[in-house]
């Protein structure tokens, strides 16, 4: 049998290419708000009603986070959160943004759609 398209990708069998096309997958997966409701804080954090009933405090980059992904994809959060910080390096905005997204999701903050 000839072998799957995916092996003969470029980058095929290096580490560091899968690595990329995950985090590319990641990065383009929609999200939508969950069953939420929520009130601003005045120091730029929110009180969050989850799903569960349970009420919890998201900080202002989750509240970021939250915002830029309400109507979109993961790759939208992290250009928002790059936004917030000169400083930090592009892979180091990345990873947050996906932590922070995953986490959200798990709390039912964001829905995949």
Partial sequence: ??????TRAPGAGDLEAARAHV???VLARRYRLGDVRWSHRADGSRYVR????RITVLN??????????APGAAGA????????????????VT?????AVQG???RGVLVSV
């Fill in 60 to 69: 202002p980059s989750a509240v970021v986070v939250m915002d830029a992904c």
């Fill in 1 to 6: 049998p000839a072998p799957a398209a995916s």
């Fill in 50 to 53: 989850l799903p569960s009933g």
């Fill in 77 to 92: 959060a992290r250009d928002a959160l790059a936004g917030l910080s000169r400083e930090a390096s592009s892979e180091r």
């Fill in 23 to 25: 985090r590319s997958l």
């Fill in 104 to 106: 959200l999701a798990r």
């Fill in 95 to 99: 990873e947050d943004a996906i932590r």
